[in-house]
T-cell receptor, first 112, second 115 residues
Framework: QQQVKQSPQSLIVQKGGISIINCAYE??????FPWYQQFPGKGPALLIA?????SEKKEGRFTISFNKSAKQFSLHIMDSQPGDSATYFC???????????FGQGTTLQVKP | NAGVTQTPKFQVLKTGQSMTLQCAQD?????MYWYRQDPGMGLRLIYY???????DKGEVPNGYNVSRLNKREFSLRLESAAPSQTSVYFC??????????????FGSGTQLSVL
């Protein structure tokens, strides 16, 4: 069973629009929630991450929103650009473990 | 800096054949990981190694074996390949001993097809 559920599977956004990707989890022991970005033919790379003691983290055009009570977190990409076209993965792990669990991935296409 | 290097980049096997995927990192990282990526399934952890000489099972370890040869190298072996093991395999490393909040650095992947 998938411990981290991600949606949507694919997303098409116009340039300048807002891209929103959602993730949900069941394991309340998860306490670190990163997002990874993957371009075709490349390995994933860390984009932004959040801890559960904050509700929002912003880095440039990328924002994570975190809702601990709902066990949900989301990635918002403001002013989406064609260069943001990639696959995005949410992930989660627990303290003192190396087991970073990924969601299913969202393929984002930003149209010019 | 090369970062995380995986070989080979592409491989085609017949059912029942064996092979070893090689991974090396030059960042002096302690932890290394093997993931597989399948459409609609995301990245799933096969095995990881928190330090030289230690390995631990991930989400999908069946059909695989690993060896942490030294601090730099972490290999993944398929003893008897099956079509269900057709996937893209990624090796990754992180600085610490696999604890909370570590940033993973990924290689560029090995595309494996089992016929």
């Amino acid at each position: 069973q998938q411990q981290v559920k991600q949606s949507p599977q694919s997303l098409i956004v116009q340039k300048g629009g807002i891209s929103i990707i959602n993730c949900a989890y069941e394991n309340t022991a998860f306490d670190y929630f990163p997002w990874y970005q993957q371009f075709p033919g490349k390995g994933p790379a860390l984009l932004i991450a959040i801890r559960p003691d904050v509700s929002e983290k912003k880095e440039g055009r990328f924002t994570i929103s975190f809702n601990k009570s709902a066990k949900q977190f989301s990635l918002h990409i403001m002013d989406s650009q064609p260069g943001d076209s990639a696959t995005y993965f949410c992930a989660a792990n627990t303290i003192n473990t190396g087991k970073l669990i990924f969601g299913q991935g969202t393929t984002l296409q930003v149209k010019p | 800096n090369a970062g995380v290097t995986q070989t080979p980049k592409f491989q085609v096997l017949k059912t029942g054949q064996s092979m070893t995927l090689q991974c090396a990192q030059d960042m002096n990282h302690n932890s290394m990981y093997w993931y597989r990526q399948d459409p609609g399934m995301g990245l799933r952890l096969i095995y990881y190694s928190a330090s030289e000489g230690t390995t631990d099972k991930g989400e999908v370890p069946n059909g695989y074996n690993v060896s942490r040869l030294n601090k730099r190298e972490f290999s993944l072996r398929l003893e008897s390949a099956a079509p269900s093991q057709t996937s893209v395999y990624f090796c990754a490393s992180s600085e610490g001993t696999g604890g909370w909040g570590e940033k993973l650095f990924f290689g560029s992947g090995t595309q494996l097809s089992v016929l």
